[in-house]
Structures are given as structure tokens and as C-alpha cells.
């Protein structure tokens, strides 16, 4: 009986996941990200490849690499020099809980897998799959559509950061080169002030980033928000207005407190695995903005490829788009 490539890219990724978590008797870490010269005991460095307490690797100028221990612990080497895998084991703890290792184990999966979107769970539930192009709108948000390819209502958890980012649906209408800047705004969503402004920011780049626990949005349940694109000569398209909705207290106190239990090192590996568990709970907005902050900590491809794929499989990107919000 033969099996498909599909089965067997699978096989292989399970493989290297169930190497990895079985592996703590010899003390293993897997590389998960690599960028520039790194070498194990001379030899070049391959996403995947498990490292041995005995084993040493060399990370070159301007290299990094990001690593997996088996307790589900990440470590990030970016300082040119040479390290020995035994003196690693001892900057992480051994000690890991079982949400750690759920979300660990889908990054692990998903950055080591080699057919992409396919590695992902739950296929079948994909958010943003109305396609855009139903849209007649110049400018939309990169945020989960509705059945006319407008941005619906988002869930967010309070008193995090999100990051919303947008794009040019009809580049017929204006080109990019011709947009002198952006104005993002959002306004008051409870029913007694609905559509004041409550912020407003002007901006070169197609995404922003704002922080739910500053006090202008923290009594706010609701919040709306919309896009201005202004051109050079003048003109101004808008985007539809599309909604952030909290989660009620009793969510919200649920999801914060799991949060917690994830690990909390600032690292880009760290934030890829808070991304994946803010995806599960359909908290877009929050996964975004760990994507961006894992990216802007460490721009290493195959992040920006995982980030990409994230993008593309929930319909937020159009042809240029999952390229362009990661380099603005």
C-alpha cells in the first residue's frame, strides 16, 4: 500500500513532533527558525533538525536561530558565537503545563511541515473564506468579511493590543503610489455616544496597532473604526466602517487567565505561540498583532512565511497583501 506525498509530509511532521516531545532524556532542542550561517559541529543547519546534549552550534554574524526545547521552553540565539547544547539546557526550565504544550505542539507541527496551510487544524472552519473581489469597495480591512466581503464585527480581548491593517480592494480607483497617507479613526460604539471619535491617527503604512487598555477605549465594549486613503492630489476613499466587539467579562476573564499560562519571555517564538492560541479563539485582531510583534522581533522567513499562510487562510490578503503588511 503506498501512501500520498500529502500523508507522507504528514507522517514526517508527526514524526519530528513526537521525536521532539519523547526526547527529553537526551536533553534535545529542534530548530524551528534559522536565518544566515549557522552550523551543528560544522555542518549546516536545516529546519527540523533535532540537536543532542552533546552536539555544539556556531551562529554567525548577523545569523539567528530560533529553537524548541522539549519541555516546550523556546530560546532565540542571535549573538554571533558558539554554544553548547548542554549549556543551553540549563537557561530553560524543564517544567511545562498541558496548554503550553497543545499550542507549542501546533507551532512546532506547522513551522517543521512543509505543505503549508495544509498542516493546519480545524480546515474546515475557515473565517474569511467569502473572497474579497465581491466587494466594490476601493479600500478594505484585513479582518474576517461576511458574505459581501466586508469586514464584520471582530471579538478582542480587552485591554490587549491589536493591530488592524487594510489594503486597496480596486486599485482601478487609486494607485498606491498616488496615496500621500492614511487616516484611521475609531469611534465610540456604546449606544448614548455612538460615532464620536475617540482616536484618530494619521499614518504612511496599511496597518496600525493600538493599545485596548488605554483609557480612551477602556470603558468601551464596542468600538467602530474605518480607514481614509488620501491621495496626493486631495481625493479621500473611505473603507467601511467594521466593529470591535470584548468579550463579555466572564470570557475575558477565562481567556486572560490562560493567557498566563502561556509562556511570557519576549520572544518572536513566544509570540507565535500566543498568535496560535489567540487564532483558536477566533481573537483575529490579537493574532495579528503577535504575527507583527514576533516579525518585528525576528524577521526571519520562515516566520514571515507561517504569518503569510495565517493571512491567506483566513482570507485576509489579496494578491499583494500578505506581502505587504510584514514589510511597511
Known sequence: MFLSMGKIKYCFSV???????????????????AKGDNKVDGKPLKIGTLLQSGQTITVGSGAYLGLAHTSKKTIELSKAGTYKIKDLETKVASASNDLTNRYANFVISELTNNDGNASRFNRSAKTGSVTRDVSKKTLLFMMPVDENGVSKTSKVLADTKITIGWFINKP???????????????????PENIGNIIFEETTTDKKLSIDLAAKKFKRNKTL???VEAISKTGKKFKSPEAMLKKLSSKENYKVAQELKELPQEETALNKLIKAKFFEEKGLIANAINMYEEAIDMSDVPQYRTYY???????????????E???ED
Open 15 to 33: 514524526f519530528l513532533l513526537v521525536s521532539l516531545i519523547h526526547a527529553s532524556a537526551s536533553g534535545q532542542f529542534m530548530v524551528l527558525g
Open 172 to 190: 482601478e480607483d487609486i494607485n498606491e503610489e498616488n496615496i500621500a497617507s492614511y487616516r484611521f479613526i475609531v469611534k465610540d460604539g456604546t
Open 224 to 226: 467602530l473604526y474605518q
Open 308 to 322: 503569510n499562510e495565517f493571512l491567506d487562510f483566513y482570507g485576509l490578503s489579496n494578491s499583494t497583501t500578505s
Open 324 to 326: 505587504n503588511i510584514s
